[in-house]
């Protein structure tokens, strides 16, 4: 949850009591009415609150503002994610919470600032033990299934450390018109710490990989949001060419210490430049399959588009879609900060980050005059691939006035962001629309 002047993680209950109309509004956007005191829930306001609540609100109209749901007023939980700082939540049932812009300005994301995109219920914390905690390799085209404890992971295995680009396949998804289902991510679904551990080549060359191997597939110890015993939350996977490169890894640390608890502590695996979905977390088994593999959320529409370009709000046949593999050439302004004053005579640094899946990024240009004209941005080298790019630009003003900073990259194949919100899907998914600052010149 987001820190306010100071304070510690609070509860729901505690945001509510303190300002009822503001706590509508930083957690579900939802507007209250002076008059009548209902909540007015706008387009993704009410996607919010009925993922929050898993079911829709079919009388939500008449709901009254500054009111706890009953169903999360029954609860004494907090309302708090520990160890983040400054992450907006869009879901606490399972946990769900990015980061804004400004705080991803870092070259290395900070623990506290990655975002947190979480399918299930991690597994009790006071149940991890890493002494015990094993991950097994099996599957119909492992030669030689085989488990092996963290200590075991380490001693056995050369050990790497690498900076990996990880973002959730729809962020950007409140740009959508129609809205689709989901989390209505905005732009901090994404994070770029340093992660350590070993390869997951490595592993699965020591089990053995049969000649028919063409996809693996991950299982963790995170829980079905429904609390239902051996249901399981998602297992996602990749090909063996993604699962066989050299930053394919297998990671116990994150920033040279332990993986967060909401990240996936204390094993999880990290399949950088693709979604987020598939690096899976609490990581304990593997398997190596002799097809795509097929546990739960690998299916369409989950982390899938349509095959064409369809109308907003079609409805679109599973045997249309494709599975999404890399993602799509992006950037973000990390600083500064949207909605500042700028004094008009004084030169403008601007900051921040691009990325391109499993591709690098080959240019980046800011405009200040709606896409009119360009001014290419200096753009470092990324660290190693993929991750992501730190650019920075100066930028003059011709007079005082409202302005938007835009920032557009372009990959080493010649693929641009576009300007606005590209191809609608069923899901939301794949958003690399320009970025976009306000800054009024004064």
Known sequence: MSRRNGDQHRGIHALYAEDSADADRRLWGREVDPVTRRGFLKRSSLLAMS??????????????????????????????????????????????????????????????????????????????????????????????????????????????????????????????VPATGGNQWTTGAVACPRFTGVRLRDVLEACGIAEDAVYIGYYGADRHASGAAGKVAISRGVPMSKALEDESLIAWAMNDEDIPYQNGYPLRLVCGGWPGSVSGKWLNKIVIRNQKHDGPKMAPPSYSIPATPVAPGSEVPEDEFVTIHSMPVKSLITYPRSGIEHAADQVLEVRGHAWAGDLSVAKLHVSIDFGVTWQEANLKEAPNRLAWQRFTADINFPQPGYYEIWARAVDEKGQSQPMVVPGWNPKGYLNNACHRIAVQVV
């Open 51 to 176: 993922a929050v609540l898993g079911a829709s609100i079919p009388f939500a109209r008449f709901m009254p503002g500054g009111l706890i749901p009953a169903a999360l007023a029954q609860s004494e939980e907090p309302f708090a994610i520990d160890g983040k700082d400054g992450l907006v939540v869009l879901n606490d049932r399972p946990i769900n919470a990015e980061t804004p812009a400004h705080l991803l300005d870092d070259d290395v994301t900070p623990a506290r600032h990655m975002f947190v995109r979480n399918n299930g219920l991690p597994p009790e914390r006071d149940s991890i033990d890493t002494s015990q905690w094993t991950l097994e390799i099996t599957g119909e085209s492992c030669v030689t299934p085989t488990t092996f404890t963290i200590d075991e992971l380490k001693e056995r295995f050369d050990t790497h450390t690498y900076q990996l680009q990880v973002e959730c396949g729809g962020n950007g998804r409140y740009e959508f």
